[in-house]
């Protein structure tokens, strides 16, 4: 079997994992941590990493530390994984779904900027959704891929709109926007370090940015809100710190970021490569923006494809030993977000069932790519 996306773990990992066994460092605290967060810090180009549990507890943090509360709105693309909507829920806030532009698959600044333009006011100094009466209270963007969206666009409406920006960056570890590393483009990036991202801790996440004050924030809040050296807490607090345990597995994974993001770039040329004779009438490919970490690759049906094409061909493809699979479902079409107030979404309605991943592991061969090109290419 030709895997989806399993981890690489031929490094130091075992090494690292040994040392914190014989020095009795498993927990929140040690050597690991501190390494593993200036070293996201450094390749994320931002004053400094809050390393967590895991990417849903760092975007819950994160929206948090920027204000976010009980009955307020958070804008984010209805095309994402569900953890992106799930950590706006955690705040008791409800997301306000958005659609996403074609050529990155991410959230599109003209949507939001028709959408704040048509149902928002400032009251006394408060952004509000018209409909609702609620506050509107971040925006948060998604590296869909590792694509970047038009972020100076995104900047400029948060300005306007006096709107946080946080970034769910949870697989765009590697990606650069403008030829420069993406810490300073929001007030806070979210990373994932769950076992299918390009860089695994097992599970886990990290908070980044350029504002000392706000990363400090998030810190004291993923750490239970704790003034030392008392039982002393000044605020409701979570326990989202990442293990040490964790960390010295990620300290292995990012030795070789650079490796991993060749290859990830790699898989993608590849496919792009060897199945471009059948498109654009039989498929098309996933959208890369300029520095995208192309988290993972794979093929789209066409727009008249059968409702069914895309399970039925990771079926075919499963029977030939190479494992496939369908791509996230819109947040409006999941069972706790269909009330929440929205855009027209015929972007990501229109794309989201056509769309098939295919295997992209760090580890993979050519021989195995080739494998996997030959047999689209003949079910196809
Ligand atoms: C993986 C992922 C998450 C969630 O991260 P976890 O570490 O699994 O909690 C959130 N958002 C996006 C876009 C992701 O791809």
Redesign the pocket.
Request: aromatic share 8%; with cysteine.
């Given at each position: 079997m030709i895997p989806l996306a399993v981890p690489n773990l031929t490094g130091n990992e075992k090494k690292y994992l040994d040392d914190c066994i014989d020095t009795t460092f498993v927990s929140s605290v040690g050597e690991y941590v501190t390494r593993f967060e200036s070293m996201v810090a450094e390749a994320t180009g931002s004053v400094g990493a809050v390393a967590t549990s895991?990417?849903?507890?760092?975007?819950h943090a994160a929206l948090t530390a920027v204000g976010v509360k009980h009955g307020d709105l958070v804008i984010i693309p209805t095309f994402?994984?569900?953890?992106?909507a799930n950590?706006v829920r955690h705040c008791g806030a409800d997301p306000w779904l958005m659609d996403i532009s074609e050529d990155t698959w991410c959230l599109d600044d003209q949507v939001v900027r028709k959408e704040l333009e048509k149902n928002c006011e400032f009251k006394g100094g408060v952004l509000v959704h018209k409909p609702s009466g609620k506050r509107v209270a971040a925006l948060m963007p998604?590296?869909?891929l590792g694509n970047m969206p038009n972020m100076k666009a995104f900047r400029a409406l948060a300005d306007e709109y006096h709107l946080p920006l946080v970034v769910?960056?949870?697989?765009a570890i590697g990606a650069t926007y403008e030829g420069a590393d993406f810490g300073a483009l929001a007030d806070l990036s979210?990373l994932?370090?769950?076992g299918?991202?390009t860089i695994t801790c097992g599970?886990?996440?990290a908070v980044v940015g350029c504002n000392q004050e706000l990363l400090d924030h998030v810190r004291h809040l993923t750490t239970t809100a704790r003034v030392w050296p008392d039982y002393d807490f000044d605020e409701v607090g979570f326990n989202y710190r990442m293990t040490n345990i964790q960390a010295a597995v990620g300290v292995a994974q990012m030795e070789r970021l650079n490796q991993f993001i060749d290859v990830k770039r790699h898989v993608r040329a590849f496919y792009e490569a060897h199945l471009a004779p059948l498109s654009p009438k039989d498929i098309s490919f996933f959208p890369t923006t300029e520095g995208s970490s192309c988290?993972f690759s794979g093929i789209v049906l066409p727009e008249n494809a059968e409702l069914n094409q895309a399970k039925e061909f990771c079926a075919k493809l499963k029977e030939d030993g190479i494992e496939a699979r369908s791509f996230?479902k819109p947040v409006h079409l999941q069972a706790p977000y269909q009330d929440c107030p929205k855009s027209k979404l015929d972007v990501a309605e229109h794309m989201w069932q056509r769309i098939i991943t295919l295997p992209c592991s760090t580890g993979i061969t050519d021989e195995e790519l080739y494998e996997v090109t030959k047999t689209t290419k003949r079910i196809l």
């Amino acid at each position: 079997m030709i895997p989806l996306a399993v981890p690489n773990l031929t490094g130091n990992e075992k090494k690292y994992l040994d040392d914190c066994i014989d020095t009795t460092f498993v927990s929140s605290v040690g050597e690991y941590v501190t390494r593993f967060e200036s070293m996201v810090a450094e390749a994320t180009g931002s004053v400094g990493a809050v390393a967590t549990s895991a990417g849903t507890t760092g975007l819950h943090a994160a929206l948090t530390a920027v204000g976010v509360k009980h009955g307020d709105l958070v804008i984010i693309p209805t095309f994402t994984f569900i953890a992106s909507a799930n950590a706006v829920r955690h705040c008791g806030a409800d997301p306000w779904l958005m659609d996403i532009s074609e050529d990155t698959w991410c959230l599109d600044d003209q949507v939001v900027r028709k959408e704040l333009e048509k149902n928002c006011e400032f009251k006394g100094g408060v952004l509000v959704h018209k409909p609702s009466g609620k506050r509107v209270a971040a925006l948060m963007p998604v590296y869909t891929l590792g694509n970047m969206p038009n972020m100076k666009a995104f900047r400029a409406l948060a300005d306007e709109y006096h709107l946080p920006l946080v970034v769910d960056a949870a697989c765009a570890i590697g990606a650069t926007y403008e030829g420069a590393d993406f810490g300073a483009l929001a007030d806070l990036s979210v990373l994932s370090f769950n076992g299918n991202k390009t860089i695994t801790c097992g599970g886990g996440g990290a908070v980044v940015g350029c504002n000392q004050e706000l990363l400090d924030h998030v810190r004291h809040l993923t750490t239970t809100a704790r003034v030392w050296p008392d039982y002393d807490f000044d605020e409701v607090g979570f326990n989202y710190r990442m293990t040490n345990i964790q960390a010295a597995v990620g300290v292995a994974q990012m030795e070789r970021l650079n490796q991993f993001i060749d290859v990830k770039r790699h898989v993608r040329a590849f496919y792009e490569a060897h199945l471009a004779p059948l498109s654009p009438k039989d498929i098309s490919f996933f959208p890369t923006t300029e520095g995208s970490s192309c988290w993972f690759s794979g093929i789209v049906l066409p727009e008249n494809a059968e409702l069914n094409q895309a399970k039925e061909f990771c079926a075919k493809l499963k029977e030939d030993g190479i494992e496939a699979r369908s791509f996230w479902k819109p947040v409006h079409l999941q069972a706790p977000y269909q009330d929440c107030p929205k855009s027209k979404l015929d972007v990501a309605e229109h794309m989201w069932q056509r769309i098939i991943t295919l295997p992209c592991s760090t580890g993979i061969t050519d021989e195995e790519l080739y494998e996997v090109t030959k047999t689209t290419k003949r079910i196809l």
